[in-house]
């Protein structure tokens, strides 16, 4: 079936490094694919979305672009932020698109 | 978008008792989703609950542990029967607004003791 698979936390950066966290997934068919963010404390916020090849999601710094040759949504930020501590998922719509199949979550955890 | 408001948000419970969950939208919405996340792990799926309909359930949930309700388009409950350890989750409630995205309660946080 569909699945997600993501980078395995935790991640610990300093403030203002670059930021990736690896998503791939297998889908049939033409998922849409997602980052969700969780703030301590907080429930699960939509970060960005694409819901087609060479799309670009973007919000609040953060990008990510589908890539359907290497079936990935690789999350990138050019300079974080204290504030970006958070847990982040990566999740596609699966094949019937009735719902949302989430990764396993990375943690990450920026250094001031 | 939608706003989505949970009760209980955190619970402490015996072993063998049962809870059960709201979970109140600001808008109609057609499907509504029940997620369990446990200690550490991702968001799995319970099951789907449509207004008008027996609620689907995934692969590893059963009704008679998991019963929803879904009276009408803005609320539906979750229980959890017959708790146990193991139940010990945050359960969060999401909605679909046909964009999508899925919106997200902020959880009920469920111990079993």
């Known amino acids: 079936g569909d699945s997600v698979t993501q980078m395995e936390g935790p991640v610990t950066l300093s403030e203002e490094a670059f930021l990736t966290i690896n998503c791939t997934y297998t889908a049939t068919g033409y998922p849409s694919l997602f980052w969700y963010v969780q703030y301590p404390g907080e429930g699960l916020q939509l970060l960005l979305k694409a819901t087609k090849a060479d799309d670009k999601g973007s919000n609040k710094g953060f990008e990510a672009t589908y890539r359907k040759e290497t079936t990935s949504f690789h999350l990138e930020k050019g300079s974080v932020q204290v504030s970006d501590s958070a847990v982040y998922f990566c999740?596609?719509?699966?094949?019937?698109?009735?719902?949302?199949?989430f990764g396993s979550g990375t943690r990450l955890s920026i250094r001031p | 978008s939608a706003v989505i408001s949970q009760k209980p948000s955190r619970d402490i419970c015996q072993r063998g008792t049962s809870l059960t969950i709201q979970c109140q939208v600001d808008s109609q919405v057609t499907m509504m989703f029940w997620y369990r996340q446990q200690p550490g792990q991702s968001l799995t799926l319970i099951a789907t609950a449509n207004q008008g309909s027996e609620a689907t359930y995934e692969s590893g949930f059963v009704i008679d542990k998991f019963p929803i309700s879904r009276p009408n388009l803005t609320f539906s409950t979750l229980t959890v029967s017959n708790m146990s350890p193991e139940d010990s989750s945050i359960y969060l409630c999401s909605v679909d607004t046909n964009t999508g995205e899925l919106f997200f309660g902020e959880g009920s946080r469920l111990t079993v003791l």
């Open positions: 999740a596609l719509t699966d094949s019937s698109a009735s719902k949302i199949i």
